[in-house]
């Protein structure tokens, strides 16, 4: 079935570095959610993205949708340790679905 | 966040024993979910609800059953709990263009 696919699982980045998280899919999407999880924590909704091409931004996170719906990015600039946390990308046709995440840590 | 309560929020359970994880949400929202997250695996569907009475499975539904009798309440029981089992339960909500969840059940099956 409709899956998708995060890329990367881990990444540990400088504080002040920039961090981008890719979620990926076979077919086209409907929508796409992105959440974060801070460690011990519940997910918590950061956006929806639904239009092709669609660009939102929030502070320091900007969130793409790609033209052909397949794909979807989370930019985080000038990272803070208070981005750490693990970053899931959803989709839902009713039926709720995450990828595996990706794992954001900032060395101060 | 807001609207949504989980319970219990921690419980050691033996292993062959029946458990019932409760979702109780304020908000009147049609759909809700529960999850497993594991190491390694993220999120993972058990089952969702569209309404009182209807439900479907998700991705790792084996071993689960769920009941909607009221819009609010949201009800995951393990049949007979097994020790690969062990893991943080969420429950979830959508309101049609956001998602909420629980703060997450931790069950252990010894």
């Known amino acids: 079935g409709q899956q998708v696919m995060q890329i990367p699982q881990y990444q540990h980045v400088q504080e002040g570095e920039d961090f981008t998280t890719y979620c990926n899919s076979s077919?086209?999407?409907?929508?796409i959610q992105w959440y974060k999880q801070r460690p011990g924590g519940h997910p918590v909704f950061l956006i929806q993205?639904?239009?092709?091409?669609e660009v939102k931004k929030q502070k320091r996170l900007t969130f793409q949708f790609g033209e052909a719906k397949k794909n979807s990015s989370l930019h985080i600039t000038a990272t803070q340790t208070t981005d750490v946390g693990t970053y899931f990308c959803?989709?839902?046709?009713?039926?709720?679905?995450f990828g595996a995440g990706t794992r954001l840590t900032v060395k101060p | 966040d807001a609207g949504i309560t989980q319970s219990p929020r921690h419980k050691v359970t033996e292993t062959g024993t029946p458990v019932t994880l409760r979702c109780h949400q304020t908000?009147?929202?049609?759909?809700m979910y529960w999850y497993r997250q594991d190491p390694g695996h993220g999120l993972r569907l058990i089952h969702y609800?569209?309404?009182?009475?209807?439900?479907d499975k998700g991705e790792v539904s084996d071993g689960y059953s769920v009941s909607r009798s009221k819009t609010e309440d949201f009800l995951l029981t393990l049949e007979s709990a097994t020790s690969s089992q062990t893991s943080v339960y969420f429950c979830?909500?959508?309101?049609?263009?956001?998602?909420?969840f629980g703060q997450g059940t931790r069950l252990t099956v010894v």
């Open positions: 959803s989709y839902n046709n009713n039926d709720m679905r």
């Open positions: 077919t086209t999407l409907s929508n």
């Open positions: 993205l639904v239009k092709s091409g």
């Open positions: 908000e009147n929202h049609r759909y």
């Open positions: 609800s569209y309404g009182v009475k209807d439900t």
């Open positions: 979830a909500a959508w309101t049609g263009t956001w998602g909420f």
